[in-house]
């Protein structure tokens, strides 16, 4: 199953075939054009699945089923649907209808009877009230809802596969970069686990040293003394033991991996783990003694900070 990604986007358009006539009560007046319809789903990233509609009035009654189709598809995201309906062939200069012109004659005559100053109309003006016109009438002049239904879903299910396709090479590209840093975390481990060893024994020695050096000046029991220096080392070896956090590291990798290549809706689970491995190197820091092991915990913060940002965008 492949990791989804939560930024895609997608669009798509159809050409819709509108019954009736711009005047269906003027026998001389022309048929309505094709409209297009077009539907456009774009997501981002969020906790959880928010969906947002913008769509024209006339497609508003087909809300209620795209939101039914995208959540069956959607698990995550922040998702914006927005849907046009426009005349297929936008740029055609409409002609104004002699009933239109007789109109418009009409309500410059009754706004100059009462403004004479007021100027008339020009072509430009008669064209575009005319156009206006066309396009609020190819806006309603949709087929019956039960024939529309058909054709909006069928592009609706087009555009969502396309965002799902777009999602999934985004959640392609961000798996490979998962990928990449996780092998990195997993040779900064393996740099530091035979560190470990070596920063027990040298704590271990440079306490028996100390103890070594005080007894001279104290003159008291070497036996008793070098029993209480072991004992006091190796707490503090103890203490600055980070085998446990590299073990742990390890195991949140393993665990990052085997879900990667499992796929599916795993962001959360990642973000999680995320969490947990930035504990580790933090930990793994904050006990080290050494300027390498220090180092080393850095890098590894580095490069949990690098995945955490790319699993925020993960389904």
Do not use: C
């Not at 019954?19 to 906790?47: D, F, M, Y």
């Not at 849907?83 to 200069?93: F, L, P, Q, T, W």
């Not at 100390?210 to 070896?237: I, S, V, Y």
């Not at 990667?260 to 003694?289: V, W, Y």
């Amino acid at each position: 199953m492949p990791v989804y990604s939560m930024t895609a986007y997608a669009s798509a358009q159809q050409e819709l075939a509108a019954g009736g006539t711009n005047s269906p009560s003027n026998t001389s007046a022309t048929p309505i054009k094709a409209l297009q319809l077009g539907l456009e789903i774009r997501s981002v990233n969020s906790r959880f699945l928010d969906l947002t509609f913008k769509l024209p009035e006339d497609l508003r009654t087909f809300e209620p089923a795209l939101r039914e189709l995208i959540t069956s598809q959607l698990k995550r995201g922040k998702v914006e649907v927005r849907g046009s309906i426009e005349r297929a062939h936008a740029s055609d200069i409409p002609e104004p209808s002699v009933k239109q012109l007789q109109r418009l004659s009409s309500i410059q005559d009754s706004v100059t009877a009462w403004l004479p100053k007021a100027a008339p109309l020009s072509v430009a003006d008669v064209i575009r009230l005319a156009s206006a016109e066309a396009t609020q009438n190819n806006a309603s002049a949709l087929p019956a809802h039960a024939e529309t239904a058909k054709p909006v879903l069928a592009l609706a299910k087009k555009v969502l596969k396309d965002l799902l396709s777009a999602r999934a090479r985004e959640g392609a590209r961000l798996t490979e970069m998962l990928v990449d840093r996780l092998v990195k975390l997993r040779e900064l481990a393996a740099q530091a686990e035979p560190l470990v060893p070596q920063l027990v024994a040298q704590q271990q020695q440079k306490f028996l040293t100390k103890w070594h050096e005080a007894l001279n000046m104290a003159n008291g029991t070497l036996e008793a003394a070098q029993d209480r220096a072991f004992t006091e080392a190796t707490a503090f070896a103890i203490r600055i033991d980070v085998a446990e956090e590299i073990s742990r590291l390890n195991s949140h990798l393993d665990e990052l991996q085997s879900l990667l290549q499992t796929g599916g809706e795993l962001g959360k689970r990642l973000d999680f783990l995320i969490q947990e491995l930035h504990r580790e190197a933090n930990t793994l820091g904050s006990k080290s003694p050494a300027l390498e092991l220090t180092r080393i915990s850095v890098d590894m913060k580095v490069l949990i900070e690098q995945m955490r940002e790319q699993v925020q965008n993960i389904e």
